[in-house]
């Protein structure tokens, strides 16, 4: 379970998270919506402890994510832009992360046979993987752990249509296996299709903690009904 209770995050002046409460429940894929700007990756940095809340509580599994001892094990990851070194090899890169998890190098051939990544692409370096590629690397590397728990945050970046379908089968079926999913998206079609429950925030605050059905009803689309949502 992935829970924050009154998380807020300060920069400065601007308040990008205010006060935020929500619980994401295992076995659903859960949409973390929001406009541009409204605090999503702020949100899912605290989680993972790469930022500090300024006030609340930011858990994974009932703990703050920097008392984790396996951190992979317990959440998987994936935060916008390209998490490989440039020039390291995309199985090296798991390899390391495995290595520093105590997780067996056996299962970085597993995520890579998982996430698409061929043999060739395996051996391609940071750089040259191409911006679907490096996306694919990244859900690897959330997978290595076998978590309980993942968080990606616009996974669907740079994938194409047979990458947006694989990445669609496997979430659901992480959340089929009773695990926790929480996927950021500006794509309200593909989390229509995705996802089966919604955060919606806007402003740093929470706007809907739903069912998609219950969020969409009696609007013609879940576009229609988010933008009705956030527009207050
Ligand atoms: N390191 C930072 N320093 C100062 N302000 C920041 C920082 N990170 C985020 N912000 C501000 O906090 C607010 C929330 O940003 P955040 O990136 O969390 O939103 P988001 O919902 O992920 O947006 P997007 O959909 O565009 O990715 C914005 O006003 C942003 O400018």
Known sequence: MILAEQLSKRYGRTVAVDGLSFAVR?????GFLGPNGSGKSTTMRMFLGLDRPSAGRALIGGRRYDSLRHPLREVGALLEGRCAHPGRRAAHHLLYLARSNGIPARRVDEVL???????AA???RGRGLSLGM???LGIAAALLG?????LLDEPVNGLDPEGVHWLRALLRRYAAEGRTVLVSS?????TALTADRLVVIARGRLVADSTVDDFVAGAPSLEDAFLRAVAG
Do not use: K, N
Not at 113 to 119: K, P, R, S
């Open 113 to 119: 046979a998982l996430a698409g990544l061929d043999g």
């Open 186 to 190: 500006h794509l309200m079609a593909e």
């Open 26 to 30: 295992p076995g659903h894929v859960t």
């Open 122 to 124: 395996a051996r391609r």
């Open 134 to 136: 490096a996306q694919r």
């Open 146 to 150: 076998d978590p309980p728990v993942l």
